[in-house]
């Protein structure tokens, strides 16, 4: 009896664990640029980082999605632009479309709480910019 | 029959032992020679003592899982977030930097044009 708990327990602990019990795939298109306007809600785990990083002052989020990891052939739709991923975590395969051409492919490592930044799309009065994290 | 005290003692007084009484070390000698040759039982475990042992063992092993699961590296930046990258769509240059203090990597392209006609394939 004590080592079915025992082993239960384990389980439990186990299945906790991200990485088992399956990770998310955060994507947002985020708008970056030097006029007033947008709001930076929904980027207050990455906003220090853009701001410190990049030329702009202003950064406002666009669109999100998330998909299920590891991603197999999933696709998001953000903005005018679609995100198709594939693979596990560790060897993530990100390919970015617009109007059905493929603009940008990319592999990555992609741990736990690491924000995968990708900019320099154009946009009006600014920049486009997707961030990745899984979590 | 009832027997008077006094011939009860004298009786008693009679009853004189057939054979002396042997020293006591040599009955012990004797009675330990024989012990040997039975099967003695055990004394019986004390379980109620150790009870306790197989939860605490049990917690101890749920104890180093947990410490292991919390302090094992984090599997976080090691220097190649980015394997590759091929930007398709027209640019002037394409610029990585990998921030290990605020886990993040960044990816940026300079000029790229993704209207239809300036690059990319399907």
Redesign the interface.
């Known amino acids: 009896m004590?080592?079915q708990?025992?082993a239960a327990?384990?389980f439990l602990?186990l299945a906790a664990?991200p990485?088992i019990a399956g990770n998310r795939l955060s994507i947002r298109l985020v708008k970056a640029s030097n006029t007033e306007g947008g709001s930076a809600a929904g980027l207050s785990d990455?906003i220090?980082?853009l701001a410190?990083?990049?030329p702009y002052k202003h950064f406002s989020l666009v669109a999100s999605g998330t998909m299920p990891l590891p991603a197999r052939g999933s696709v998001q739709q953000l903005g005018g632009y679609t995100v198709e991923c594939d693979g596990a975590q560790s060897?993530l395969s990100i390919k970015v479309k617009?109007?059905?051409?493929?603009?940008?492919?990319?592999?990555?490592?992609?741990?736990?709480?690491?924000?995968?930044?990708?900019?320099?799309?154009?946009a009006a009065d600014g920049k486009l910019i997707l961030v990745f994290v899984a979590k | 029959m009832k027997v008077s005290d006094n011939k009860l003692d004298q009786a008693l007084a009679r009853q004189k032992p057939g054979v002396e009484p042997r020293p006591a070390d040599e009955f012990w000698a004797d009675f330990k020679a024989r012990a040997r040759l039975r099967t003695q039982d055990a004394p019986a475990r004390p379980r109620q003592a150790l009870a306790w042992v197989?939860?605490l063992a049990?917690a101890a092993?749920?104890v180093l899982?947990?410490g292991v699961?919390m302090l094992s590296p984090?599997?976080?930046?090691?220097g190649?977030?980015?394997?590759?990258?091929?930007?398709?769509?027209s640019?002037s240059a394409v610029f990585i930097?990998e921030?290990k203090e605020?886990?993040?990597?960044?990816?940026?392209?300079?000029?790229?044009?993704?209207?239809?006609g300036n690059?990319?394939?399907?």
């Open positions: 004590k080592t708990l025992t327990m384990l602990l664990h990485a990455v220090k980082t410190d990083s990049l060897k617009r109007r059905g051409k493929t603009v940008l492919r990319k592999s990555a490592n992609l741990p736990d709480g690491t924000h995968l930044i990708v900019g320099g799309f154009p | 197989t939860p049990c092993a749920l899982a947990v699961y984090p599997r976080d930046i090691n190649d977030v980015i394997k590759s990258v091929e930007v398709v769509a640019h930097m921030d605020s886990k993040s990597a960044i990816v940026w392209i300079v000029d790229m044009e993704t209207d239809p690059g990319g394939d399907t």
